[in-house]
């Protein structure tokens, strides 16, 4: 079982301000999904990142998935309010074969305030 | 539009009791996911099932069980609710392998 570890666990910061999380493995992915949670409902998909170095941008937020294929961060600029959520990131097995399941971290709080 | 939706959305049970908690999802995936989340532990697999009549169990399956007898519902039952299964829980679908997961809404579950 694949285990991801991301940090920081609580991220409290002032409107305005950047800030970058991580998600960290030992084991190589064939994909990675960061999903966003807000209070009272279920994740909802932001990113899939497929390929080593790759970087998506969805206007504020920047996505890396790492060149070995095993970590990512998201990096926020000038964070607002709106961002406040739990963060998850998800990974899908490199095994191939008919396996659906995703593993997630335990995710980053965050909390931007006005 | 297509949806994922579960009922109740809140639940509070006794001790030993049976509950089932429903999902429903018209996006006509062949793949659905129960999970709960607790502080601490973040999303853990229950069950999944890859298509009709196919369940199998996740890391966290004792005192659950599902079936799968349509495409669209993947029931889960709490088979003699425990205060350990107090939680949020949480369906999701999707279309093959390693695509978007789709959430409902969630279950907050509370056995007294």
């Known amino acids: 079982t694949q285990l991801l570890e991301q940090s920081p666990q609580f991220l409290s910061i002032q409107e305005g301000e950047n800030l970058t999380v991580y998600c960290n493995s030992s084991?190589?992915?064939?994909?990675l999904q960061w999903y966003r949670q807000e209070p009272g409902e279920g994740p909802v998909l932001l990113v899939t990142?497929?390929?080593?170095?790759e970087v998506k941008k969805l206007k504020r937020l920047t996505f890396q998935f790492g060149d070995a294929r095993k970590d990512s961060s998201l990096h926020i600029t000038a964070a607002q309010p709106g961002d406040t959520g739990l963060y998850l990131c998800?990974?899908?097995?490199?095994?191939?074969?008919?396996?659906?399941?995703?593993?997630f971290g335990k995710g980053t709080l965050l909390t931007v305030n006005p | 539009d297509a949806e994922i939706t579960q009922s109740p959305r809140h639940k509070i049970t006794e001790t030993g009791r049976q509950v089932t908690l429903a999902c429903h999802q018209t996006?006509?995936?062949?793949?659905m996911f129960w999970y709960r989340q607790d502080l601490g532990h973040g999303l853990r697999l229950i069950h999944y099932?890859?298509?009709?009549?196919?369940?199998n169990k996740g890391e966290v399956s004792d005192g659950y069980s599902v079936s799968r007898s349509n495409t669209e519902d993947l029931p889960l039952t709490l088979e003699s609710a425990a205060s350990s299964q107090t939680s949020v829980y949480f369906c999701?679908?999707?279309?093959?392998?390693?695509?978007?997961?789709?959430f409902g809404p969630g279950t907050r579950l509370l056995v007294l």
């Open positions: 998800a990974a899908a097995p490199n095994s191939g074969g008919s396996n659906y399941k995703l593993t």
């Open positions: 084991s190589v992915f064939s994909s």
């Open positions: 990142v497929v390929t080593g170095g």
């Open positions: 996006w006509n995936h062949n793949n």
């Open positions: 099932s890859y298509g009709v009549q196919d369940t």
């Open positions: 999701a679908s999707s279309v093959g392998y390693s695509e978007t997961q789709y």
